[in-house]
């Protein structure tokens, strides 16, 4: 890690090491100072980006350690640009599919048996295309019948944000989106589901005459309330199967689902949740935005179950610092005024009346019940 211009860099600076070590700080010096009002309890774990492996477990087996959690806050996202801060109430799921066709025992060559048989890559090719319409539009039936509708509520949300499009694709490189509306735009990013292909190939990269035996191809689904991990994956894997039947090839088909993980909503109108906006408010002097994100952080929406409490993201990194990517990095004044945000929650948390705290636990009971009534 290396510091300059006022930033530091280095692998997971901002995703998430200095978000942790903010937070570290903050409880330390609240001790030390004799301000600390509330029990705050850390779990810390590094495997995340591969599936976060017996992580579920361990915390059965040791949740007496963490009994009466009223409150769980993550530092897991950005910020949607780079000067306003952000307060984070929902994520996307996430199902990742892995799709081959297996047709020879051998590898042919083009000039021989091209024109005789039906060739894996372009059976793979075509089998993919019928998945999703170049609008983005998903063509598996039954697909969106679960997606919970848009609130004014949500509306309004969005609207505050107030995401400049045309300045985005100018920073990505894109020179038009499949909508230009910002408010169309935020709910395609974070609050719709998705189906993408990212790759198909097979083991002859860059090889002009060979016909693979086998191709594979790699897609994922972003699933939202109130979709089923389970239900989507089913009729995806349905879907497959049936349309590749109807191309009558005598290839083989295999469907595997990789990784599943669940998707998460909270309230940004708790106490909870109130307590943060007035806590970054007075320490950055502006309102933070309300925002969703559309990636997956599976173990929000667990540990929200498994506690029966609320979950926050308190995002300290900017748009800019390059998270999962070369040069990642995070500024010191973010991480400072971060650590500062953390301590003002938590003296905020600890005035929050105890009856606040048990109609919130009664909600959450009955928005459980209906959900299992559902």
């Known amino acids: ?193 998705t189906l993408s292909i990212h790759s198909v190939g097979t083991a002859h990269v860059g090889s002009s005459t060979i016909l693979p035996k086998s191709a594979k191809g790699s897609i994922s689904i972003r699933t939202v309330p109130n979709m089923s991990n389970e239900r989507i994956t089913g009729i995806v894997h349905t879907y497959l199967r049936q349309k590749f039947k109807s191309m009558l090839s005598p290839n083989k088909l295999s469907v595997k689902t990789v990784r599943t993980g669940d998707w998460w909503k909270g309230d940004p109108h708790t106490p909870y949740f109130s307590a943060a906006k007035e806590a970054i408010k007075s320490v950055w002097g502006v309102e933070p935005l309300l925002t969703r994100s559309g990636g997956t952080i599976p173990t929000t929406k667990f540990l929200a179950e498994e506690f029966n409490c609320e979950a926050i993201h308190l995002p300290m990194g900017q748009a800019s610092d390059n998270q999962h990517l070369p040069n990642e990095r995070i500024r010191m004044k973010n991480l400072l005024k971060g650590k500062q945000v953390i301590k003002d929650l938590l003296t905020r948390v600890a005035s929050i009346p105890i009856k606040d705290k048990e109609q919130k636990k009664e909600k959450k009971k009955e928005r459980e019940n209906e959900d299992e009534q559902k």
């Open 1 to 193: 890690m290396e510091g300059r211009d006022g930033y530091l860099y280095g692998r997971g600076v901002t995703d998430n090491k200095g978000p942790i070590l903010a937070a570290l700080f903050a409880v330390k010096e609240m001790k030390e100072q004799g301000k600390l009002n509330v029990n705050v309890n850390f779990v810390i774990e590094g495997e995340e980006e591969c599936d976060s492996a017996g992580f579920q477990t361990a915390i059965h087996n040791n949740k007496h350690l963490l009994a009466d959690t009223d409150l769980l806050l993550f530092s897991n996202e950005q910020w949607l640009a780079e000067e306003t801060p952000c307060l984070v109430f929902g994520m996307r799921g996430i199902i990742q599919i892995e799709v081959e066709i297996i047709g020879a025992k051998v590898d042919l060559h083009s000039g021989i048996d091209g024109g005789v048989l039906n060739e894996p890559l372009v059976d793979l090719i075509h089998l993919l295309s019928g998945l999703v319409q170049g609008d983005g539009k998903v063509l598996v039936p039954d697909f969106y019948d679960d997606v919970e509708g848009v609130t004014d509520d949500e509306k309004e949300i969005y609207e505050k944000v107030g995401f400049d499009v045309r300045g985005y694709g100018k920073k990505i490189g894109v020179s038009s989106f499949l909508t230009s509306d910002p408010l169309y735009f935020l709910m395609r990013r974070w609050r719709y589901p």
